[in-house]
């Protein structure tokens, strides 16, 4: 074998070896090798399939000895790219383009039941007077629908009666309310961490949003109370929202069927809570339901008790005090994960694996009246509100 015929079967060899690298490591990303058994539909095994496909076509082009074969050449080229480009919508189970994508409803609580300085308001109250009364500018409050309660009970408790008007306190929803403080038309908003496309919007305006840390919350997944799982692993939880798992049965209830599986809109809370719960791992779009008339009128909450051939297949999920207080469903159950339910205690000592912190955010740091109010929130009387309300104190 002369030099110049071995430089390219070695150059060959190494390209080959970076492919099957590149395949390898794409494929341990996207968490296939581990769970493998958990694929139960074609939908779930198209990125994998994609990307043998587009490993085969370019080796094979890498490996291509006869240099006038242009038209295999242009074959291999062509299916690679056009692989490469199903591979886009393969990660999100995104093959339905034309298909009616049935998205949750839009149903709220009746926030006029937690509104501040009313005679038979829901909000948490002190056992004394509040060591602190806000007078002159009242900061201007905004946020999640689920945080509505709390921070309406930081108002019933804090701020001069005789200056406050309902729209001091107002309850847009969360996204909304990331807007409003990145265009400084409120001075506090009460929410979950952001989104990245939140994120990048405030650093697109010149905004700096500063988030203190004031409670903690449960991200729960819920199903139809007469669903015989009672609870799921991390790991399956991502195998449903990655696609991998369609199926109940692969979960253990044989006549469960085919999962529905509901979500948020982008930018909401809780769907910010499944990214970040997902950690970069592709998610599903929202698939055609099986029927339109699984679609309701309500929230995702009433969503999930739907009923389909005789069974409850559909999954959700929300934060732990809007589904358990604020607009339950007493059709539906909150699922353990890992063994461990969550309750106030595993919700506080972290052992529940989807804890974690809500937030007062400001435009920048907060000063006067706004530093006031949140300083105050820290203390023992406003974590007291916070415990209160249903959600768990950072002290604790």
Known sequence: MDVKKCAKLVLRSFMTAGLMAAYVCSAHILQYWSQLKAIDNITGAAPLLLLTGITAFLAALIWKRHKKAETSTIVLAAMSIIWAFLLIPA?????YPLAKISTPGA?????????????DTLAAKLPDTASLTIY???????????????????????????????????????????????????????????????????????????????????????????????????Q??????????AYWRTLGWNSGGKIIVFQ????????????????????????????????????????????????QPAIGYSYRYYATAMYPNPDVKILAIDGIYPSNETIANGSYPFADNFYAVTNGQPTGNTKLLIDWILTDEGQYLIEQTGYAPLSK
């Open 107 to 119: 149903s709220m609580p009746d926030f006029d039941l937690y509104a501040p300085f009313t005679e």
């Open 264 to 311: 948020r809109p982008e930018g909401s809370g809780s769907q910010t809570g499944l990214q970040n719960i997902m950690r970069g791992l592709p998610i599903q779009k929202l698939q055609p339901l099986p029927d339109e008339s699984l679609i309701g009128t309500g929230s995702m909450m009433k969503q999930i008790s739907v009923e389909w051939q005789g069974v």
């Open 136 to 234: 002159g500018k009242l900061p201007t409050l905004d946020g999640a629908t689920a945080l509505y309660p709390v921070y309406a009970a930081f108002v019933d408790a804090t701020y001069d009666k005789a200056n406050y008007t309902p729209d001091v306190a107002s309850c847009t929803n969360t996204p909304n309310a990331y807007q409003r403080i990145i265009t400084g038309d409120c001075d506090i908003i009460f929410v979950a961490g952001a989104s990245e496309k939140q994120k990048q919007a405030a650093i697109d305006t010149g905004s700096e949003l500063v988030f203190t840390p004031i409670g903690r919350e449960a991200f729960v997944f819920l199903v139809g109370k007469n669903n015989p799982i009672n609870g799921l692993s991390y």
């Open 236 to 245: 399956q939880l991502k195998n449903i929202y990655s696609g991998k798992t």
């Open 91 to 95: 990660l999100t189970g995104n093959w």
